[in-house]
């Protein structure tokens, strides 16, 4: 699966923008996916994860409230609305899919090695 993040760019403290994680085939659909963000000098750090079916989210605390996962299989995408930016959400933004054999759980979302595809990312920049 080819996975291509997109939807980032310049916002100013206080904004919103969307991303979207478009995926290259329908197996897409049967796996749990995240999106992780990499601020400059920092190791990759998981932000939010969804099940297969839309059913269960899970969230980092800093974003809970201010970002949505969502997804929508029948287009092969997935999406990160974020609203209320700050600038320490600035980070390149990246998303991947779960190993199809791994549940959803919290174990599982946080641990990086959980995943097997990675999109490349896409920077988010937020003044203040």
């Known amino acids: 699966v080819q996975l291509q993040a997109s939807g980032g760019g310049l916002m100013q403290a206080g904004g919103s923008l969307r991303l979207s994680c478009a995926a290259s085939?329908?197996?897409?659909?049967?796996?749990?996916m995240a999106w992780f963000r990499q601020r400059p000098g920092e190791d990759r750090r998981f932000v939010a994860a969804?099940?297969?079916?839309?059913?269960?989210?899970y969230y980092e605390d800093s974003v809970k409230g201010r970002f949505t996962i969502s997804r929508d299989n029948a287009k092969n995408t997935a999406y990160l609305q974020m609203n209320s930016l700050k600038p320490e959400d600035t980070a390149v933004y990246s998303c991947?899919?779960?190993?199809?054999?791994?549940?959803?759980?919290?174990?599982?979302?946080?641990?990086?090695?959980?995943?097997?595809?990675w999109g490349q990312g896409t920077l988010v920049t937020v003044s203040s």
């Open positions: 991947a899919t779960v190993y199809p054999s791994l549940p959803f759980n919290t174990a599982i979302v946080l641990t990086i090695h959980s995943y097997e595809y």
């Open positions: 085939d329908q197996t897409f659909s049967d796996v749990h």
């Open positions: 969804i099940s297969s079916n839309s059913g269960s989210t």
